[in-house]
């Protein structure tokens, strides 16, 4: 890890425009791959544009770059007008390129090697290009494999298409087209799933093109007799012998010359050569005829390339065909016949039997070449071969559908990480003592551990920015794998042994090294791996003691961090993205999460205070005496290095100008605050704390913990969004308690006094909400309320605030004593807090001071009016006046809880008698308070 280090020039970007063609017509454009890697997928049908973001698609600025920028699709259709990019360039006399699909790319094409890679453009092209824009039977023209992955041209069409295209085929009329029997095999080819992939040009013959589809489907094309249309027919079993055409010594066959195939000179195995539509690799499929290697005493290989096949199952089922083919011992022969066979075409299946020879024959054959003789005997010869070429409905052992060996994986997002603020140890195990003096005590660093994703991702990037610019910049520094392990049980302030679970690359760690426990640094003093168990320093470098769950993660941080290199200033607010690596490319940008920090400065902070004792003892559970001594030790930032001292250690002193901020709390309340501090003990003894006037925590119940007795008029309950609190209150619809029994709510004009509570909001129609109230209707001296103004209240003043009011208030405003500034929103939950103070009253709105007033005595008197109701008026029944909310945790109490910013409480208060009492401690220098403070709570009591 590297900090403040500064930027080198190691090589340059190139960037151009490429005006790319593609072909003469396309339906779908669905990948890009430039090189061996993947560019982009996704689909495009119509004139566009798309963005290439892969940046680090060749290793980034580690590598050989990547690609960025806009590419331009063009579909060449007859309305398409010139792309303003070449126009740019190259001049308003360019073409449109019309009829033409070409693309224009304009970004960053490589970087380090000017030599760009190849582009490779993976695109459907089916059903766009027929002349009028109507193809031929469509109904069966895409044939879908591979579960859909696939979408493959039906052969049939592709044959069609080369005839009456006057584009690229032939241009003869359709009416010269036999479409039944191209209708009936493109059917036959739609149910076989016989579908061909593959890219043909345009300068090639098109002979060459039929005779590649035909090979690949066992098909023959020729003219009919009868119509002189053009006509396919499918080597296929789809006929009955007996409905054949029979030629005999009787009926038109006038000669016969056979031949037999030899067994011994035919492959045993054949091996088809096809391209892989998923991966874009040749790959191979095999049939093979153990028979027929038996009886070679060996195996015979014979090799046939059918490369517009798109799947493996299908060149499985057409290697038996071939196999079959080779190996049934066939008979051919030349015939022929008189005039009746005249509409007999190649590929036709016919009978041909002998009545009058020693050894007759009864053979189902097929005619594979023809010859009419009109000048002589008007005899037709024929070359026929025995039918054996049924192409498999299955394949009987077919290839995988995925190559054998494991493809590279892309890589995936981080899943374990922490994004973390560098600790002056950290500056001082990788900067040299004259740059490490030169950083400002105001500044920060952050730095990165992660857990690896997947077994393919060997490293990982950062990328960092200030909140609000516009890009990530890219770090030189590259990261290593953090080596992790899971906490197995529950650990408190003092345990230093501690088993763990579910490790990773522990055979990494070092004795005397760091690791991180939520946020608390631990040092390594032990580790058995056998027994998964580990020994700790606690509270290390600028961090203190704290508890753990089971569960959380324990990070071997030490030699894993990856720092962006960047020097921040305080309050800097940092985001960051993880981009982990695999051999095959890197993660984009966008599908990384971002994470965020905000810079305190941490490596210039004092460090908190060691070794935290009460009375004598470290963290005790309970403290059986009033009178408490604290003591600590100091800790010196910069003799201390990057040692790493554990909290119980001895003092190694203090920077100069350090002080000590200790505050006090007893059951929640403020009690002590203390700043300045040069000693490192402090004694005090406790007074009692009086009980709470009106304690509600609404559990299920309106029971008053302080003693005062309610009653229920429709007030319902559900569980609290917040633990540990258990049920809320639900007010709405004139819904409401209320009591009589007054004789703990009072308070005098200098009597200190806190109301607290949480607040929801489900509604704010009604104007005059009111949350408690003891006198309306008698409206005089010692009648006080808290209200909810809503959004309709006349008074725009009031409008969705908070408030508590008064018969003596001054405010010319509806009585009211203080006011909200912020205004509260429904749905939301609120801490609410109202305490008075030596005759300042203040209101706090979640544990932040939202509105003061000084010089209050106010004298609120629940029992002059007879009754207290929460929930509406006094006796104001009026729907303007309900309370449409839900309250928790209601506390009354004469004491000022809180006169500065608080933490709202996190467990519901408690009237018991039993004093809790929490201790917090920090280090201060020259305004820097530590990064961390002690806060540990304990029992007072006998």
């Not at 859909?148 to 085929?169: C, D, R």
């Not at 002589?376 to 052992?397: H, L, R, Y």
């Not at 993880?578 to 905000?598: C, D, G, H, W, Y």
């Not at 309320?785 to 969705?800: A, D, Q, V, Y």
């Amino acid at each position: 890890m590297g900090m403040g280090s500064k930027s080198t020039v190691i090589g340059y970007e190139y960037n151009g425009t490429v005006h790319s063609g593609i072909g003469l017509a396309m339906d779908e454009l669905y990948q890009i791959n430039i090189g061996d890697k993947t560019a982009w997928t996704g689909s495009i049908k119509q004139n566009g544009s798309i963005f290439i973001d892969k940046y680090n698609l060749f290793g980034g600025k580690k590598g050989e770059g990547g690609v960025r920028g806009t590419l331009d699709v063009m579909f060449g259709g007859e309305t398409q007008g010139q792309n303003a990019k070449l126009t740019r360039y190259l001049g308003n006399k360019i073409p449109a390129f019309r009829g033409t699909v070409t693309t224009v790319f304009t970004g960053m094409l490589a970087a380090m090697n000017w030599y760009p890679k190849t582009w490779n453009f993976y695109y459907r092209r089916i059903k766009s290009g027929w002349p009028d824009n109507t193809p031929f039977y469509p109904e069966t023209i895409e044939i879908s494999l591979a579960n859909g992955q696939i979408k493959a041209m039906n052969p049939a069409h592709i044959l069609y298409e080369s005839y009456i295209s006057n584009t690229w085929g032939a241009g003869i009329p359709r009416a010269m087209m036999d479409d039944e029997a191209y209708k009936k095999v493109a059917d036959t080819l739609y149910a076989e799933g016989f579908g061909l992939c593959f890219e043909w040009k345009a300068t090639d013959d098109l002979k060459n093109l039929r005779e590649y589809v035909c090979n690949h489907i066992d098909a023959i094309l020729g003219t009919d007799p009868k119509t002189g249309k053009n006509t396919i027919r499918l080597i296929r079993d789809d006929y009955a012998v007996e409905d054949l055409p029979v030629f005999d010594e009787d009926s038109g066959l006038l000669e016969i010359k056979l031949q037999a195939s030899n067994n011994t000179e035919v492959p045993s195995q054949i091996i088809v050569k096809f391209n892989d539509a998923i991966t874009f690799q040749e790959r191979t499929a095999y049939a093979t005829n153990p028979a027929v290697a038996q009886g070679q005493i060996g195996r015979n290989t014979e090799t046939n390339e059918y490369l517009g096949i798109p799947i493996g199952e299908l060149a499985t089922r057409v290697a038996y065909r071939d196999l079959k083919a080779k190996t049934s011992g066939i008979k051919s022969a030349s015939i022929k016949l008189d005039r009746r066979a005249y509409d007999i075409v190649n590929g036709q299946p016919f009978r041909i039997k002998t009545k009058y020879r020693t050894n007759n024959i009864d053979l189902v054959v097929r005619a594979t070449k023809r010859k009419e003789n009109f000048l002589t005997d008007g005899s037709i010869t024929m070359d026929v071969v025995q039918d054996v070429f049924s192409t498999p409905k299955v394949a009987f052992m077919p290839i995988p559908d995925a190559p054998n060996r494991p493809e590279p994986q892309p890589p995936v997002p981080i899943i374990d990480s922490r994004v973390l603020e560098a600790t002056y140890r950290d500056l001082v195990l990788t900067l040299d003592p004259a740059n490490l003096e030169k950083i400002d005590s105001s500044s920060g660093f952050i730095y990165a551990v992660a857990q690896s994703p997947a077994n393919q991702c060997y490293s990982y990037d950062i990328v960092s920015r200030v909140k609000g610019a516009a890009n990530f910049s890219e770090a030189d520094d590259t990261g290593a794998w953090c080596a992790t392990a899971l906490i197995a049980s529950d650990i408190g302030y003092k345990d230093t042994i501690i088993h763990i679970q579910d490790g990773q690359l522990l055979e990494d760690v070092e004795i005397g090294s760091a690791a991180l426990i939520d946020d608390e640094i631990v040092r390594i003093d032990g580790l058995d791996l056998a027994n998964n168990q580990i020994t700790l320093g606690r509270g290390c470098v600028d961090t203190v003691p704290t508890k753990h769950s089971k569960g959380v993660m324990i990070w071997f941080i030490d030699s894993s961090e990856t720092t962006d290199g960047v020097e921040y200033s305080y309050n800097n607010n940092v985001e960051i993205k993880l981009l982990p690596n695999t051999f095959r490319e890197r993660l984009e940008q966008s599908q990384a999460e971002t994470k965020a920090i905000n810079v305190q400065a941490r490596q210039g902070r004092p460090y908190p205070p060691g070794n935290l004792k009460i009375n004598g003892a470290a963290y005790p559970e309970k403290v059986n005496a009033a009178a408490l001594n604290i003591t600590w030790s100091g800790r010196h930032r910069l003799l201390q290095a990057d040692k790493l001292i554990d909290t119980t250690a001895t003092d190694t002193g203090e920077e100069a100008n350090t002080r000590y901020n200790l505050t006090v709390y007893l059951n929640d309340t403020l009690y002590k605050k203390e700043q300045g501090l040069t000693a490192k003990d402090y004694s005090f003894t406790l007074t009692t704390i009086s009980e709470h006037q009106s304690l509600l925590h609404f559990d299920n119940n309106i029971i008053d913990e302080a003693g005062t007795v309610w009653t229920n008029n429709g007030v319902t309950f559900e569980n609290s969004p917040d633990k540990p609190f258990n049920q809320q209150a639900i007010f709405d619809n004139n819904r409401f308690i209320q009591t009589t029994d007054n004789k703990n709510l009072s308070i005098g004009a200098e009597d200190d006094f806190t109301f607290s509570f949480w607040v929801e909001p489900t509604s704010l129609t009604n104007s005059y909400a009111t949350i408690i109230a003891n006198g309306y209707s008698s409206w005089g001296t010692g009648a006080c309320f808290i209200n909810l103004w809503g959004e309709n209240c006349p008074n725009s003043i009031l409008k969705s605030r908070i408030g508590l009011g008064s018969y003596e208030s001054s405010y010319s405003y509806g009585y009211t004593s203080i006011l909200s500034n912020t205004t509260i929103e429904v749905g939301k939950r609120y801490h609410v807090a109202i305490t008075r103070n030596k005759g300042t009253i203040r209101l706090f709105l979640n544990g932040v001071l939202d509105a003061e007033r000084t010089g209050n005595k106010l004298v609120f008197d629940f029992s002059k009016y007879g009754k207290t109701v929460i929930g509406r008026d006094y006796n104001n029944a009026a729907p303007s006046c309900f309370l449409q909310a839900k309250l928790d945790e209601f506390l009354f109490t004469k004491q000022a809880l809180y006169t500065t910013n608080f933490t709202p409480p996190t467990e519901p208060y408690s009237n018991s008698s039993e004093t809790r009492v929490k201790v917090e401690l920090e280090a201060e220098r020259d305004g820097l308070t530590s990064y961390q403070k002690h806060s540990y709570s304990f029992k007072v009591g006998e």
